[in-house]
């Protein structure tokens, strides 16, 4: 690839994807999910960054994950800082309506500490994990770490999620079929800051 790394990893990014395919040849194991991953403008992080959002296909004002990531470049590799919004249903839709996006502002983010993503490229595609497994997420009544993975080219987005207890390693939730594969259906890379490097913070 020509393309600056991050650059490419955020423009590959950027869209609403959906794994109706899977779910139609699967109905018992894999619900219709629509994915959004969209860009924030320069100034939000002075960089990269972008609002996501999952939302089942029937019910998409109504999202089940939301959060807001922060890309920093760190050479071969892509570190994504995520963050989650203090009150998230203020903003269901802004993966689709750029005037509820222009809503969203620093001040109404809480960083999710031990949980960001470190993106690197293998060949013609990208693999994230998170960092280590100290992101805990508490879920029927059990400390659990996050376990994710994903894959990411740019058409598709792969991805796995799921919790496993932090005493005995066994998992609690998340996908037991595998994993999940959207496909993009609207690309909004042209909407990833062209002046990204302005300002940009690398370690």
Partial sequence: MEEDLMLTLARWMAGDFSNQKQALADSRNYAHIRVFFRPLPWDFFSGIGFYSEQAYDHDLWTPYRQGVHRFIDQGEKIYVENYRLQDPILYAGAGREPD??????????????????????EGNLFRGEVEGNCCFIEKSGKQTYLVSDVTLT???????????????????????????????????????????????ISY
């Fill in 100 to 121: 509820i996006l222009k809503t969203i502002t620093p001040d109404c983010l809480e960083r999710r500490y031990n949980c960001s993503m470190v993106f690197y490229q």
């Fill in 154 to 200: 740019e058409t598709t987005f792969v991805s796995l999620d799921l919790g496993k207890d932090v005493t005995n390693h066994k998992q609690v939730w998340g996908s037991t079929a595998g994993h999940l594969k959207f496909e993009k259906r609207q690309s909004y890379a042209s909407e990833v800051p062209k002046n990204y490097k302005l300002g940009m």
